[in-house]
């Protein structure tokens, strides 16, 4: 892997801990998801290490807090700066240890310095509020402060992104950070160390600690009190569990979990951009996002168009190693993501559904699968109720308005929802009617810094992004004074 790099310092395996490169007793092995091979191995922090971690965040936000807004987001520009001047290594790690297509990665990057370039302005504008006493000599200010140590757990399918946009408001309030991110995809987030080093992010304002016990470390940030908030993103099981353990000590927490999205397309869309927002949507990192469309609703009178369409488009898609330039579909994260698409493709033709394209694993070998589409969708199929997280794009026939909208919202979750209509009234209508944190309206694509992201329901609670992700990370102090 170093060989792929310009810089090959920034392939670094330690963890980053109080600016400090530490290694452990152990360390454990990361892998390429195309070719199966070991590319790096991992120190593996102990809880006791995380522990340390958390202490010297603590120690070190204390002295952050003071910095003003404008010299935080000073450094915090200078870390953007590297990670766009590094973009294509970085890239090139994310690809080796997820296997999403290098150009995707690239992308990812991109979106995630966003995160980052955002919150460095956003420090600068962290404004209180006066308000007018309730008693002739009473003055009353709110002010905003940092909530403290900030500990995040990540998942693998945006090794960078999803680190940065919880680091990104964190820092920029003035609370220091230690991230564990997903064992699968820890190097994205260890260079992430060698950059805020490099960009002169003061030591142990913030850490990566590395570590295969995923559990020993969620009970750790949960149970260790300088611990001030937990911010995830992952699994709304694991969410659950998260929120269970951070009851003891009343911690604020951040949940981004799992999703369910519906994506549906009226008789009056625009059918081939339907069908491009479908490709981007469902098939974007290859079925694996949160966000990714997991039930696509299509109505009646234009239903087979739409199914031809879609078919015809993916069909022409090229899948393989990641690292080769063209490639729009890499390998699924592992042989578990492989059994689930096949477990929601078996139980789907059981129950009568027709595959249209694609439906077994790729010739390519190893976790790679066919894009796959099933026509004859229906709600009594295991992916009408559960994340495929792959590449399996399953149509459901409706009427009307009203059904298609119940549909839509018979889950348990509410994160990202699309639809594609013309119709002003029936978009006004559908959009206040949808239970989801997002709607897209004729687009496929609604990830930005500049917008709260965040879901309704079991999909979470708090958001990222905009103006309001700061707030996750501060407090509000109301001074009261007598004069
Ligand atoms: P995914 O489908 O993305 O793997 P998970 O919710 O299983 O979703 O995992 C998201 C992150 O949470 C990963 O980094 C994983 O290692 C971590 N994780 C899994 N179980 C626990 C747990 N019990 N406590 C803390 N973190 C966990």
Same mark, same amino acid.
């Given at each position: 892997?170093?060989?792929?790099?310009?810089?090959?310092?920034?392939?670094?395996?330690?963890?980053?801990?109080?600016?400090?490169?530490?290694?452990?007793?152990?360390?454990?092995?990361?892998?390429?998801?195309?070719?199966?091979?070991? @590319?790096?191995?991992?120190? #593996?922090?102990?809880?006791?290490?995380?522990?340390?971690?958390?202490?010297?965040?603590?120690?070190?936000?204390?002295?952050?807090?003071?910095?003003?807004?404008?010299?935080?987001?000073?450094?915090?520009?200078?870390?953007?700066?590297?990670?766009?001047?590094?973009?294509?290594?970085?890239?090139?790690?994310?690809?080796?240890?997820?296997?999403?297509?290098?150009?995707?990665?690239?992308?990812?990057?991109?979106? $995630?310095?966003?995160?980052?370039?955002?919150?460095?302005?956003?420090?600068?504008? *962290?404004?209180?509020?006066?308000?007018p006493g309730h008693q002739r000599d009473k003055r009353i200010?709110?002010?905003?402060?940092?909530?403290?140590?900030?500990?995040?757990?990540?998942?693998?399918?945006?090794?960078?992104?999803?680190?940065?946009?919880?680091?990104?408001?964190?820092?920029?309030?003035?609370?220091?950070?230690?991230?564990?991110?997903?064992?699968?995809?820890?190097?994205?987030?260890?260079?992430?160390?060698?950059?805020?080093?490099?960009?002169?992010?003061?030591?142990?304002?913030?850490?990566?600690?590395?570590?295969?016990?995923?559990? %020993?470390? $969620?009970?750790?940030?949960?149970?260790?009190?300088?611990?001030?908030?937990?911010?995830?993103?992952?699994?709304?099981? =694991?969410?659950?569990?998260?929120?269970?353990?951070?009851?003891?000590? =009343?911690?604020?927490?951040?949940?981004?979990?799992?999703?369910?999205?519906?994506?549906?397309?009226?008789?009056?869309?625009?059918? %081939?951009?339907? =069908?491009?927002?479908?490709?981007?949507?469902?098939?974007?990192?290859?079925?694996?996002?949160?966000?990714?469309?997991?039930? *696509?609703?299509?109505?009646?009178?234009?239903?087979?168009?739409?199914?031809?369409?879609?078919?015809?488009?993916?069909?022409?898609?090229? @899948?393989? #190693?990641?690292?080769?330039? %063209?490639?729009?579909?890499?390998?699924? *994260?592992?042989? #578990?993501?492989?059994?689930?698409?096949?477990?929601?493709?078996?139980?789907?033709?059981?129950?009568?559904?027709?595959?249209?394209?694609?439906?077994?694993?790729?010739?390519?070998?190893?976790?790679?699968?066919?894009?796959?589409?099933?026509?004859?969708?229906?709600?009594?199929?295991?992916?009408?109720?559960?994340?495929?997280?792959?590449?399996?794009?399953?149509?459901?026939?409706?009427?009307?308005? #009203?059904?298609?909208?119940?549909?839509?919202?018979?889950?348990?979750?509410?994160?990202?929802?699309?639809?594609?209509?013309?119709?002003?009234?029936?978009?006004?209508?559908?959009?206040?009617?949808?239970?989801?944190? *997002?709607?897209?309206?004729?687009? $496929?694509?609604?990830?930005?810094?500049?917008?709260?992201?965040?879901?309704?329901?079991?999909?979470?609670?708090?958001?990222?992004?905009?103006?309001?992700?700061?707030?996750?990370?501060?407090?509000?102090?109301?001074i009261c004074m007598s004069v």
């Amino acid at each position: 892997l170093k060989s792929h790099l310009k810089d090959p310092t920034l392939l670094e395996t330690r963890a980053y801990i109080g600016g400090e490169w530490i290694t452990g007793e152990a360390t454990f092995d990361v892998t390429n998801p195309a070719r199966g091979d070991v @590319i790096a191995q991992v120190t #593996d922090c102990s809880r006791a290490q995380v522990s340390g971690a958390i202490a010297q965040a603590q120690t070190a936000q204390k002295e952050w807090a003071k910095w003003t807004g404008k010299e935080r987001a000073a450094v915090l520009r200078r870390w953007f700066d590297l990670m766009m001047e590094n973009q294509q290594d970085l890239a090139v790690i994310l690809t080796a240890e997820m296997g999403k297509p290098v150009t995707e990665a690239a992308g990812e990057i991109a979106y $995630g310095a966003s995160f980052i370039e955002f919150f460095a302005e956003e420090a600068k504008r *962290i404004y209180g509020e006066t308000i007018p006493g309730h008693q002739r000599d009473k003055r009353i200010t709110v002010i905003k402060q940092p909530i403290g140590v900030a500990a995040s757990i990540t998942p693998w399918n945006f090794p960078n992104a999803m680190i940065t946009r919880k680091a990104g408001p964190a820092l920029a309030a003035g609370c220091s950070f230690v991230a564990r991110p997903a064992a699968e995809t820890p190097l994205s987030a260890i260079v992430l160390g060698v950059l805020a080093d490099r960009a002169g992010i003061p030591a142990g304002v913030f850490n990566v600690v590395p570590s295969s016990r995923a559990s %020993d470390i $969620g009970k750790e940030f949960c149970e260790n009190p300088a611990v001030r908030k937990l911010t995830f993103t992952g699994s709304t099981e =694991v969410g659950r569990i998260l929120l269970r353990q951070a009851a003891d000590s =009343v911690m604020k927490c951040s949940m981004e979990l799992g999703g369910n999205a519906p994506f549906i397309v009226f008789d009056d869309a625009d059918l %081939d951009a339907a =069908v491009e927002g479908a490709i981007m949507c469902k098939f974007r990192n290859n079925g694996q996002t949160c966000v990714c469309a997991n039930r *696509i609703y299509v109505q009646a009178g234009v239903y087979d168009a739409f199914a031809a369409k879609l078919k015809d488009a993916v069909a022409k898609m090229k @899948i393989g #190693d990641g690292l080769s330039g %063209d490639t729009q579909f890499g390998p699924l *994260i592992n042989a #578990d993501a492989v059994e689930k698409v096949k477990e929601h493709i078996a139980d789907a033709t059981a129950k009568g559904a027709q595959v249209i394209l694609g439906g077994n694993p790729s010739e390519l070998g190893g976790t790679f699968f066919e894009p796959t589409i099933v026509t004859g969708a229906t709600r009594d199929m295991e992916f009408a109720t559960e994340e495929t997280f792959g590449p399996l794009a399953p149509l459901f026939k409706f009427e009307d308005e #009203d059904e298609v909208i119940a549909l839509a919202n018979d889950t348990i979750f509410g994160l990202a929802s699309y639809f594609y209509a013309r119709d002003l009234s029936r978009v006004y209508k559908v959009a206040e009617e949808l239970e989801y944190g *997002i709607v897209g309206i004729n687009t $496929g694509i609604i990830s930005t810094e500049v917008a709260p992201f965040g879901g309704v329901k079991q999909s979470g609670l708090g958001r990222e992004g905009s103006h309001h992700g700061i707030e996750d990370y501060l407090e509000m102090k109301y001074i009261c004074m007598s004069v």
